[in-house]
């Protein structure tokens, strides 16, 4: 069974410039949830969909930050313009379970650096 | 403001002892606590969870203790191995449905 992919694993951009991460959970995970791990610091929720729905997105920290999950499988996290603060490891996960979804899948998070 | 803190950055241990990794958290709603391991460029691993109904839960050589009325809960993993050298996250949830509050890790390392 695939894990958790997400695409790409490094990007380096431009100040002002868009990028787009991609996360394909695990086949059949409604649960999909998305961090962001900025170097030295903790990992912080960004936000959690459940199937094509935003169930809670109140880690989002403006709205230079779009996340979609069009049809409840892959997701989009889309960042414009980015800024330099915006660098870090962004990790999205998954579960199914649902007395336990925090015990989610992760993936093996995408490097942005914001130059 | 952090309400999950890991106070030791890292830890050193023996090859077949014990590791013991702590964990204080400040939020009284927190009701779900979790375990992850990372290794270098990779994403977390699920390791072990308890809820706040318990105050102990064991699998193979993890076990985590829970401490309600300490805020506090501690990974304890017997016999160490080299392979679980690796920067170890406590994660705490309101309810086993929401996000999870991450703390900053403690890199454990396990010397032959």
């Known amino acids: 069974e695939a894990g958790v992919t997400q695409f790409p694993s490094h990007s380096v951009i431009e100040k002002g410039q868009t990028v787009t991460l991609r996360c394909d959970p695990i086949?059949?995970?409604?649960?999909l949830y998305w961090y962001r791990r900025v170097m030295g610091k903790e990992i912080k929720f960004l936000l959690h969909?459940?199937?094509?729905?935003?169930?809670?997105e109140s880690g989002m920290p403006n709205n230079r930050f779009l996340a979609e999950r069009t049809g409840g499988t892959y997701s989009t996290l889309k960042v414009q313009p980015a800024e330099l603060e915006d660098s870090g490891v962004y990790f999205c996960?998954?579960?199914?379970?649902?007395?336990?979804?925090?015990?989610?899948?992760f993936g093996q998070g995408t490097r942005l650096t914001v130059v | 403001d952090q309400q999950v803190k890991q106070n030791s950055p890292s830890l050193s241990v023996q090859e077949g002892r014990i590791s013991i990794l702590n964990c204080d958290y400040t939020?009284?709603?927190?009701?779900?606590f979790l375990w992850y391991k990372k290794y270098p460029a990779e994403g977390p691993t699920f390791l072990i969870s308890?809820?706040?109904?318990?105050d102990k839960n064991e699998d193979g050589r993890f076990t985590v203790f829970l401490n309600k009325s300490a805020k506090h809960l501690s990974l304890h993993i017997v016999p160490s191995q080299p392979g679980d050298s690796a920067v170890y996250f406590c994660?705490?949830?309101?309810?086993?449905?929401?996000?999870?509050?991450f703390g900053k890790g403690t890199k454990l390392s396990v010397k032959p």
């Open positions: 994660a705490a949830s309101e309810g086993s449905q929401g996000n999870l509050i």
């Open positions: 308890i809820s706040s109904i318990k």
């Open positions: 969909f459940v199937k094509e729905s935003k169930q809670d």
């Open positions: 996960a998954s579960s199914q379970d649902l007395t336990a979804a925090v015990e989610a899948f």
């Open positions: 939020n009284s709603m927190f009701d779900y």
């Open positions: 086949s059949g995970h409604d649960n």
